[in-house]
């Protein structure tokens, strides 16, 4: 046994009125395996046995909106229609069943679909774009903008009723809603676009503002956003702490309850060259910034980072105490795991326990099935 105190991932923590049973949040994670786009008894089981292994809050893997293009795979599953909307019935009940708490997380993945395994639908992003100079699909009219808006609120609101405790919001990742914060990918020059960060964030504050609308007050709404992006690790969209508190102070203003704090390595600091080596990560900034609650997350429970692991190498489980500290100082206030989570629906359980040695590491195989 390896004796590590973890009681400070076993604390209690509190989202307005939804009770959370402790600090560890289970990342949402494509698994591209609900055929036709509607979750079945497979994915309500996956999900119901993170919940019994301990997980505090469950997110959903990314589910779209209403939007021709809005997947880039075709087992990605909807978060709309009769079909699929019973589906995740089935998921958030059986996740209630074993005592757990979730929510969908609501995508929209932009231009960064390819290949043609559906034919005849056009990407669609703020200027057309994948990357900086790299076109793909069709720029976004001002209707597509209206609807693809409604779209998310639609989707917040079903959300809610099928009995799910919050809803995330993807804004993160070079996905659509990251495609308009990124100077990257948004070159436009109406209302939607600018030179700013600020300016760029209209999009993202109209889809809060719709989803604040269609859900009322009191339902939680998560904002997940990250400074790299799938498309360039090193992209930085806040390059200040001035800079990132207007835009974050902005998103909350207009409806975010948690910040999801995406980073390839969850004990990196942000601003370095302002509070060290040391200092804090982006999800610690976010909280110091807007006093809202924040995830962190990045290769939490793994011993190599986001590229090495998806590149083949295999990652044991190493590496808590670096984690341990920073929730002792409360520099955030939840945990998102990902891959982990994917190879070890006990890994939470084997955390509280002291078990670590019995957490079964991930390995990439391990994607292509809902274990």
Same mark, same amino acid.
């Not at 990342?27 to 979750?39: F, V």
């Not at 993945?109 to 790299?134: K, Q, Y």
């Not at 190879?343 to 359980?349: E, M, P």
């Given at each position: ?129 994948? &990357?900086? !100079?790299? $076109?793909?699909?069709?720029?976004? %009219?001002?209707?597509?903008?209206? =609807?693809?808006? +409604?779209?998310? /609120? ?61 859900? &009322?007050? !009191?339902? $939680?709404?998560?904002?997940?956003? %990250?400074?790299?992006?799938?498309? =360039?690790?090193? +992209?930085?969209? /806040? ?61 939490? &429970? ?70």
């Amino acid at each position: 046994m390896t004796d590590i105190d973890t009681s400070s991932l076993f604390r209690p923590f509190s989202i307005g009125s939804l009770e959370l049973k402790n600090r560890i949040v289970m990342a949402p994670m494509t698994r591209n395996q609900a055929p036709d786009g509607i979750p079945n008894e497979k994915n309500a089981e996956y999900y119901r046995r993170r919940a019994e292994g301990e997980v505090g809050l469950i997110l959903s893997e990314g589910t779209v909106i209403d939007r021709p293009s809005s997947r880039n795979l075709p087992n990605v599953p909807f978060f709309h229609g009769e079909a699929a909307l019973a589906g995740w019935k089935a998921v958030i009940d059986a996740v209630h069943a074993a005592g757990g708490a979730m929510g969908p997380q609501l995508w929209h993945t932009g231009s960064t679909r390819s290949g043609d395994w559906d034919p005849g639908v056009d990407v669609e992003s703020p200027s057309g774009l994948i &990357g900086p !100079d790299n $076109p793909r699909g069709k720029v976004m %009219s001002d209707a597509d903008i209206a =609807d693809t808006i +409604a779209a998310f /609120a639609s989707a917040a609101k079903s959300a809610k009723e099928l009995g799910f405790d919050l809803a995330e919001l993807h804004g993160a990742h070079g996905y659509l809603i990251d495609q308009f914060f990124w100077e990257g990918t948004n070159k436009r020059d109406d209302n939607w676009g600018g030179s700013t960060l600020m300016d760029r964030s209209r999009f993202a504050l109209e889809v809060v503002k719709a989803c604040r609308a269609a859900v &009322g007050s !009191d339902y $939680p709404l998560v904002l997940r956003i %990250s400074q790299w992006k799938q498309q =360039d690790y090193v +992209a930085k969209l /806040a390059k200040t702490p001035a800079e990132m508190e207007s835009w974050l102070t902005a998103l909350a203003d207009a409806g975010v309850d948690v910040f999801h704090c995406s980073q390839r390595r969850f004990w990196e600091p942000e601003f370095p060259d302002v509070d060290g080596e040391e200092g804090l990560n982006f999800a610690g900034w976010a909280k110091k910034l807007t006093g809202k609650t924040t995830i962190s997350v990045g290769s939490v &429970g793994l011993s190599t980072d986001f590229l090495s692991s998806f590149g083949g190498e295999d990652a044991s489980s190493t590496g808590l105490d670096k984690l341990i500290k920073r929730m002792e100082r409360d520099e955030f206030d939840l945990i998102a795991v990902g891959r982990a989570l994917i190879s070890d629906a006990g890994w939470a359980s084997k955390v509280h326990t002291n078990h670590i040695e019995g957490i079964v590491s991930f390995e990439r195989p391990h994607l292509a099935t809902l274990a």
